[in-house]
């Protein structure tokens, strides 16, 4: 069994990191509330937005669709992996990069991927294994709209100029503050909407002014635009969500084993006591004798 001092440092250690787990809970706490409301009022409308471009662009001939529509014979395939810049987030960020190296050998075997990375985290793991064509941690630092809609552009650019035949977006969806779903969402080309069919029915019901092709062109960048947007937005409050949970079980395991070695250290203490009792016992036996 260790000594009293080596316990007692180990107790200590213990109890500084509980503090700072717990302040890191805390800390989590706060920006999950921010962050959740966000993504909460954002999500209803960016999916109304997207399902109102999908079910546009599936009443478009294919001479009057959008760039961003065309689908063509997928050899080439840019995956954006989204994860943070900071770690103690549990599975956060190992999740997305597994879901990036399935895609690799499973879901777009035999096909040429490249990653862009938003993110540290993840960009410190797929340059080792991946083709990373670029990668920005700072949109973090400043997560609005503009610098979103910067990186947005760059996507759709490289799509339309015809250097991938898809792009999709892999990120964690926030679901509440202890479950977070890995997403890989197809970002371009356009998805027609499944329905479309009975879409194409009804869209007779509706006057576009000035036109429908003109309404879908300046929709579409918006929409994609708001599409990514969402998806940092989810990623944000999943981190903080997950840091939560990670840093609440720590704390936990922390405390658990600061008892544990608080008994290992009494028993030790006990010993030690009853040890000098013995041999003082003994001497007085030995000097009466």
Do not use: W
Not at 88 to 99: C, D, P, R, T
């Amino acid at each position: 069994m260790a000594n009293l001092k080596e316990i007692r440092n180990r107790i200590a250690s213990v109890g500084s990191t509980m503090q700072i787990t717990s302040a890191m809970k805390m800390v989590s706490a706060a920006k999950l509330k921010k962050a959740q409301d966000a993504i909460t009022a954002m999500r209803p409308y960016a999916e109304t937005l997207t399902t109102l471009l999908q079910n546009l662009s599936a009443t478009l001939d294919g001479d009057s669709g959008s760039k961003y529509s065309v689908q063509r014979e997928v050899k080439n395939v840019l995956v954006v992996a989204i994860t943070s810049n900071r770690g103690l987030a549990g599975a956060f960020n190992s999740n997305i990069v597994k879901e990036c190296k399935r895609s690799i050998s499973e879901t777009y075997a035999g096909k040429k991927v490249d990653f862009v990375t938003l993110g540290k985290k993840g960009n410190d793991i797929l340059k080792k294994t991946g083709s990373v064509i670029e990668n920005n941690n700072a949109i973090f630092d400043d997560l609005t709209f503009d610098n979103n809609a910067e990186i947005a552009q760059k996507l759709m650019d490289l799509f339309a100029e015809g250097k991938y035949d898809k792009i999709v977006l892999v990120y964690n969806k926030f679901k509440n503050a202890a479950t977070q779903v890995v997403i890989h969402e197809q970002f371009l080309p356009i998805k027609p909407a499944e329905n479309s069919a009975s879409e194409k029915g009804t869209s007779t019901d509706f006057i576009f002014e000035p036109s429908k092709e003109e309404i879908v062109e300046q929709l579409i960048p918006k929409t994609l635009k708001t599409q990514l947007f969402k998806a940092l937005r989810d990623s944000v409050a999943s981190e903080h969500g997950a840091r939560m949970t990670a840093m609440h079980k720590a704390t936990d395991n922390a405390k658990e084993l600061k008892n544990n070695l608080t008994l290992d250290y009494n028993k030790a203490r006990q010993a030690a006591i009853t040890g000098e009792i013995l041999e003082i016992v003994g001497g007085a036996e030995a000097l009466a004798g």
